[in-house]
């Protein structure tokens, strides 16, 4: 399939598109990205000479695209991937973020690290095996997260003979799956759906139609990702949270040379010279004096973009505060109202480590640019994946459980719920020992 050129500015109005892939173990994640980037022509010469090479190392007649992404040394010898691989590319119509998270269950963790991020969750299924254990429990993780676009990527066809018949069973049984999903039983919109038939390794309805399954009829996987909105304008939509990272005083000959300054990145909604603003926690207000990133000025600034900002008054701000717009902040109700703040969360939590928690632990609990001491008050309840359905808790949580938990922190946190941001309404716990992260929580 011939795909027309389009203007640099129409690619430049759709955005950036942040996507996962994800799965069960040999569904094919490795292989499909690597035909991305190999039919998007965003392989150089020396990395397809060098892919040649590997793979007549391992005795194939033909480049293995899997070792695009499977860059680690283990990850090869193994033919597994173990870590998250990020890869970056552009189709004449879009920019797009691929992150490749492991289908092994031990290293469930690594895909909750890539789903905290993505617009759009790519879920491989063999066609040979249909759904399984970890092709749900990535769905409903993918599903907690906020996720709002699945594309249910039905792989190998070519093994089944390109049956419709079997790749319509698997598209139905998921979808009555995901029904089942308690996020959507809690009210929250439902990600939208998309199944697509492909076969990563010809690449058959990938990038181009190909000839093996001239009965579907719908568009290709490559079509999907470049029509799929972006979050970034979901945060533009909801109102400003500027976590403030460093305090810093700007060079002389760039805006605001002199003056205290505040450096961060806006998580949601847009800030301009002159807006009032309220600092949480303190409930000061002032007004934006000057905005830049880097040297360069600012009128405004948006969702995504890390800034630096001064005041039109001198107030005492330090890391872990939040700049709020005055406005938005008068009229909320949420824990980021000025002077306000909680100590008590219910969350649920994805736990990430090899050992279960000790009754009394102290954690250290980082949200936005925070840290503050937690503990786990008590284990409310674990979610069965496979049934989709909140069962009684253990006493404590194993590695990759999903469970639902209350938490007590010694200082307030400008926290939402996690339906309403994604950024506030998420945090990780950390052992204070060895600053291994154990769990990875969203707020209720």
């Known amino acids: 399939m011939r795909r027309d050129p389009l203007p640099g500015s129409a690619a430049d109005d759709l955005g950036v598109l942040r996507f996962m892939t994800c799965g069960s173990v040999d569904d094919g994640k490795s292989t499909l990205i690597g035909r991305l980037l190999h039919d998007s022509q965003a392989l150089l010469a020396d990395t397809l000479d060098a892919l040649a090479r590997v793979s007549r190392q391992r005795g194939l007649a033909a480049p293995d695209l899997a070792l695009l992404t499977d860059g680690l040394l283990a990850e090869r010898e193994q033919g597994i991937t173990i870590d998250v691989a990020y890869r970056y590319f552009a189709t004449p119509r879009r920019k797009f973020i691929i992150a490749d998270s492991p289908?092994?269950?031990?290293?469930?963790?690594?895909?909750?690290?890539?789903?905290?991020?993505?617009?759009?969750?790519?879920?491989?299924?063999?066609?040979?095996?249909?759904?399984?254990?970890?092709?749900?429990?990535?769905?409903?993780?993918?599903?907690?997260?906020?996720?709002r676009e699945l594309v249910l990527a039905v792989n190998k066809m070519d093994l089944v003979g390109g049956s419709r018949q079997v790749f319509e069973a698997i598209v139905a049984e998921f979808r009555d799956w995901l029904a089942r999903h308690p996020a959507q039983a809690a009210g929250r919109q439902p990600p939208a759906v998309h199944a697509v038939p492909l076969c990563a390794l010809h690449g058959d309805m990938v990038a181009v139609r190909g000839d093996a399954l001239p009965w579907y009829e719908g568009?290709?996987?490559?079509?999907?990702?470049?029509?799929?909105?972006?979050?970034?304008?979901?945060?533009?939509?909801?109102?400003?949270?500027?976590?403030?990272?460093?305090?810093?005083?700007?060079?002389?000959?760039?805006?605001?040379?002199?003056?205290?300054?505040?450096?961060?990145?806006?998580?949601?909604?847009?800030l301009a010279v002159g807006d009032e603003v309220v600092l949480w926690?303190?409930?000061?207000?002032?007004?934006?004096?000057?905005?830049?990133?880097?040297?360069?000025?600012?009128?405004?600034?948006?969702?995504?973009?890390?800034?630096?900002?001064?005041?039109?008054d001198e107030r005492d701000v330090s890391r872990g505060d939040v700049v709020l717009a005055a406005a938005s902040a008068d009229a909320s109700e949420d824990t980021a109202a000025p002077g306000g703040g909680t100590r008590e969360l219910m969350a649920t939590l994805c736990w990430l480590a090899q050992e279960p928690p000790a009754a009394g632990r102290s954690w250290v609990l980082r949200h936005l640019t925070r840290e503050t001491a937690a503990r786990i008050e008590a284990f409310d309840a674990r979610l069965d994946v496979d049934e989709l359905a909140w069962a009684p808790a253990p006493s404590a949580p194993s590695l990759n459980d999903l469970i639902r938990a209350r938490l007590r922190t010694r200082e307030p946190l400008c926290a939402a719920p996690y339906a309403r941001s994604r950024a506030a309404g998420s945090f990780i716990l950390v052992d204070p020992a060895t600053r291994a992260t154990v769990a990875a929580g969203l707020v209720e």
């Open 103 to 147: 289908g092994h269950e031990q290293y469930t963790r690594n895909m909750v690290t890539a789903a905290s991020t993505a617009d759009v969750a790519v879920l491989l299924v063999d066609a040979r095996r249909g759904l399984q254990p970890q092709t749900r429990r990535h769905a409903a993780i993918a599903t907690l997260l906020g996720v």
């Open 219 to 270: 568009p290709t996987l490559l079509e999907v990702l470049e029509a799929a909105p972006a979050g970034h304008d979901e945060a533009l939509a909801q109102p400003l949270r500027l976590p403030v990272q460093w305090v810093c005083r700007p060079a002389p000959g760039t805006a605001g040379a002199g003056a205290r300054a505040y450096a961060g990145r806006v998580e949601s909604g847009r």
């Open 281 to 312: 926690p303190s409930g000061q207000r002032s007004h934006v004096a000057t905005l830049a990133i880097g040297a360069t000025p600012l009128a405004q600034a948006r969702a995504g973009q890390s800034v630096t900002l001064t005041l039109a």
